[in-house]
């Protein structure tokens, strides 16, 4: 007895890339508008290729409570060509688009199973007239659900397979909002063959068997959501199951960095850069590229005024109009002049003292204690915290280093 679906969450669909078109050419900000479209259909492409009973979507298929009506069209256009090949399609609703939410009624075929209550129910999955699984789930009747939902889960046993559909967060992650929050050990109590979880923007295993897995969202939108993304394809079998991550982003955000140690010339950076960028390009697809330049030498003066660097940005961003573009998007400067450095005792207790800081929570506070700010800005990961701390510091040396000299 064998069961293949494909897992995807989080689709975000007509996602607006706010603040992004003013970051980017035009050409790339379209194929960004569009990117979230072209992930899903990929993802449909791979599930008739597969040719899988069926698809799970454990939340947030659109981005807003608002759905654009060219969004909804769209879904019921990927849902029918699935309905084509016979592929069922089981749809819960997250915190983005909960059931509170705007739409324009769209009708959708009737190989698609929407959990339509904000409460656990289960829809059954037949193959060739047997009762093949239970797929478990419930939809968000508002943004935000903090209510546990974990225990409403229960087994029902004439299945021979079972699937939890759960748009939430593991507890103690605090990295997203804590909506419908969970303990691992509570999924794992219930014994079913798989949980497909949705909300949290990152590819992660919780647990191997039975498989408990978030595959991220399928679209990167912004630097915090970097690498592959795309969908998980999944074989359950008596008492086992394997599962395949399937890349299907047309964009993608990567990180790189750049050390200018040994380095005399600008040019010498410029030619790195180029190197770095091609070494990432893609066949047909984007790259959204973040650059980190770091290190000392001679050309960390020069690159402590910010125009230079921006300079630097837009003559690597020549030429990137192109299918397979690699765009630096933004690049961080973390040089440092090693000469000022010795000429100033001061300056260098300073940035030791930087080093060892580790109350930024502290001095952040004020700024999270605007409701307007926690409505529309996710708190900051400790990566995110440790890049401040680098700005604040490349921000004094500048500074400080007004000039060519340090003070």
């Not at 506070?365 to 990566?383: H, L, Q």
């Not at 701390?389 to 000299?405: S, Y």
Request: hydrophobic residues 40%; proline residues 4%.
């Amino acid at each position: 007895m064998k069961l293949t679906f494909i897992h995807a969450a989080d689709l975000h669909l007509d996602s607006p890339f706010k603040g992004m078109e003013t970051a980017m050419p035009s050409f790339i900000f379209e194929a960004m508008k569009e990117s979230t479209f072209q992930s899903f259909q990929r993802i449909v492409d791979t599930a008739i290729q597969e040719q899988v009973d069926f698809v799970v979507i454990p939340g947030d298929v659109y981005d807003r409570e608002v759905r654009s009506l060219r969004a909804q069209l769209f879904l019921r256009e990927q849902m029918r060509r699935l309905h084509d090949y016979d592929i069922q399609v089981y749809i819960s609703h997250g915190n983005h688009d909960h059931l509170g939410g705007n739409g324009a009624g769209i009708e959708l075929p009737n190989n698609v199973h929407v959990f339509q209550q904000p409460f656990v129910t289960k829809q059954p999955f037949h193959k060739q007239g047997q009762l093949l699984a239970y797929v478990y789930g419930f939809s968000y009747g508002q943004r935000a659900v903090t209510k546990r939902m974990a225990a409403q889960y229960e087994k029902e046993e004439e299945a021979p397979f079972h699937i939890g559909l759960l748009h939430g967060s593991l507890e103690g992650n605090h990295e997203h909002s804590s909506y419908a929050p969970f303990l691992l050990s509570e999924l794992m109590e219930k014994q079913f063959d798989y949980w497909a979880l949705g909300h949290i923007h990152k590819r992660v295993v919780l647990n191997e068997q039975p498989p408990i897995i978030y595959p991220g969202n399928i679209q990167g939108r912004h630097r915090k959501e970097m690498g592959e993304k795309g969908c998980y394809l999944v074989t359950l079998m008596e008492g086992r199951a394997s599962y395949t991550f399937i890349p299907t982003a047309s964009i993608i955000w990567k990180e790189a960095e750049i050390s200018i140690e040994g380095m005399q010339r600008i040019d010498e950076l410029l030619k790195r850069c180029e190197e770095v960028m091609n070494d990432l390009r893609r066949e047909t697809e984007g790259v959204l590229l973040v650059l980190t330049i770091s290190g000392s030498g001679p050309l960390a003066l020069y690159l402590q005024d910010s125009q230079h660097v921006d300079e630097l940005v837009a003559i690597l961003a020549q030429g990137e109009e192109r299918n397979d573009f690699v765009y630096p998007i933004s690049c961080l400067n973390r040089t440092y002049s090693e000469e000022a450095l010795k000429e100033s005792p001061f300056l260098l207790d300073l940035l030791q003292e930087a080093d060892s800081f580790s109350e930024i929570d502290i001095v952040l506070r004020p700024f999270w204690s605007t409701s307007a700010v926690r409505k529309v800005i996710e708190p900051f990961s400790e990566e995110e915290k440790q890049d401040i701390l680098e700005e604040a510091k490349r921000l004094l040396i500048g500074e400080m280093m007004k000039g060519g000299r340090a003070y």
